[in-house]
């Protein structure tokens, strides 16, 4: 599902980043661990097509992201990969409901009101949905930011720090939540962390040096 081989990336006047390659198939769930400065957030960027790598390529099933451009890019990420930032990036003057449905029209896809409230149910948030972005506590912007990277069903859900703000019980909500996404959808995961919590709950772990 999601290759990639040989990635390198450098911001200015920094020492190049060298990544290991990666294999993830679709149903499989990978971490992404390192310390501070080691590229975790990067990698990530790059397997996302966030950023454009300076050596090296992604490859999510048959499609090479370095062959992908502008809107085309745009909308490729919208329909087949789910991105859980750090930063929960809302458009602030839309009610969450909105910024789902939203999600969905960037990618393409024909709005479904439905499957968004219940995603938010599913995250104890149904009551929210009214909400604008500024109101809701950081753990509930985190996990309305995971209902609007699942809202397209995505092959490859990348998700970055995505419990770093939530407490025990919200954290097992959210990891099952994004664990039970995967399965449904025959789904890649992939989980940049440094929460103790994660370490063992997963087998599959890519290091970063």
Not at 26 to 44: A, F, P, V
Not at 56 to 69: A, H, K, M, N, Y
Not at 150 to 178: F, R
């Amino acid at each position: 599902m999601l290759t990639s081989k040989d990635l390198t990336f450098a911001y200015p006047g920094q020492a190049v980043l060298r990544f290991p390659d990666i294999g993830c198939q679709r149903g499989e769930s990978q971490l992404i661990l390192g310390q501070s400065g080691s590229g975790k957030t990067t990698l990530l960027h790059l397997l996302g097509g966030l950023r454009t790598a300076q050596g090296g390529s992604v490859r999510i099933d048959d499609t090479e992201l370095q062959q992908l451009r502008g809107s085309e890019l745009d909308r490729f990420r919208g329909r087949h990969i789910g991105i859980v930032f750090q930063q929960t990036h809302f458009v602030r003057s839309l009610r969450v409901l909105d910024n789902l449905l939203l999600a969905q029209s960037l990618a393409g896809i024909r709005p479904d009101a439905r499957r968004c409230q219940g995603l938010l149910e599913r995250l104890n948030l149904p009551h929210k949905a009214s909400a604008r972005p500024e109101n809701l506590s950081l753990g509930e912007q985190q996990r309305v930011a995971i209902a609007r990277a699942l809202v397209n069903q995505p092959g490859l859900i990348l998700a970055d720090e995505p419990t770093s703000a939530l407490d025990d019980a919200n954290c097992e909500e959210v990891l099952q939540l994004l664990e039970a996404q995967a399965r449904e959808e025959n789904a890649a995961l992939l989980i940049v962390t440094h929460d103790g919590r994660l370490k063992e709950r997963f087998d599959q772990k890519i290091i970063l040096s």
